[in-house]
């Protein structure tokens, strides 16, 4: 069975830093896309981010309010996706999710971890 | 960057009933790239539909999605309780996109 389950969230000051995590279990994420994905308190879902596997370059893409300030990366020895995300603004506030790509189903977000609550406030 | 926006912002139905939720997208998309989800309060998102019209698995015969080019369709034939809930379409692509919601809620 598939499971991913985030963890680092918290309270951070505007302006500082944080690390997600996302453990994975049921398959290796080596052989995975892994994106995040967040949803600000009473608001819709935006796309933070992707990593994609080495065989694909295994680089990361980032939507345009994170670019330059967040990264994605991924420890395949330990099956760990993160999310490190820095220069922290209030507005990153949000439940963040991890998602894999296209594991089971192409070209969408098929399997989806239960989210961690980041909130930025001074 | 494509630019989704959902409709109705609220849909308002008795169970068996049913629902149709639409999605427009800014310009013309690939369907194999567009998805539909389902989240409901305190929980996370939940894949329905990909490629356009194909469910993911363990989704009910119900929920059935249609379209093509810009204008795609989440239909429910008959709403059972555990159905009312927010749903969201999706852009697959260099930078993924989201509609706004659809809530569809109890009359």
């Known amino acids: 069975e598939v499971q991913l389950v985030e963890s680092g969230g918290g309270l951070a000051k505007p302006g500082g830093s944080l690390r997600l995590s996302c453990v994975a279990s049921g398959f290796s994420v080596s052989h995975a896309w892994m994106s995040w994905v967040r949803q600000a308190p009473g608001k819709g879902l935006e796309w933070v981010g992707r990593t994609k596997v080495k065989s694909d370059g295994g680089t990361s893409e980032y939507g345009a309010p994170v670019k330059g300030r967040f990264t994605i990366s991924r420890d395949d020895s330990k099956n760990i996706v993160y999310l490190q995300m820095n220069s922290l603004k209030t507005e990153d506030t949000a439940v963040y999710y991890c998602?894999?790509?296209?594991?089971?189903?192409?070209?969408?977000?098929?399997?989806w971890g239960q989210g961690t609550l980041v909130t930025v406030s001074s | 960057e494509i630019v989704l926006t959902q409709s109705p912002g609220t849909l308002s139905l008795s169970p068996g009933e049913r629902a149709t939720l639409s999605c427009r997208a800014s310009q013309s998309v690939i369907s194999t790239y567009f998805a539909w989800y389902q989240q409901k309060p305190g929980q996370a998102p939940r894949l329905l539909i990909y490629?356009?019209?194909s469910r993911a698995t363990g989704i009910p015969d119900r929920f059935s999605g249609s379209g093509s080019g810009t204008e795609f369709t989440l239909t429910i034939s008959r709403l059972e309780p555990e159905d009312f809930a927010v749903y969201y379409c999706?852009?697959?692509?260099?930078?993924?996109?989201f509609g706004q919601g659809t809530k569809v809620e109890i009359k």
């Open positions: 490629g356009a019209s």
């Open positions: 998602t894999t790509e296209g594991l089971a189903s192409l070209a969408c977000l098929d399997y």
């Open positions: 999706q852009h697959y692509g260099t930078s993924d996109t």
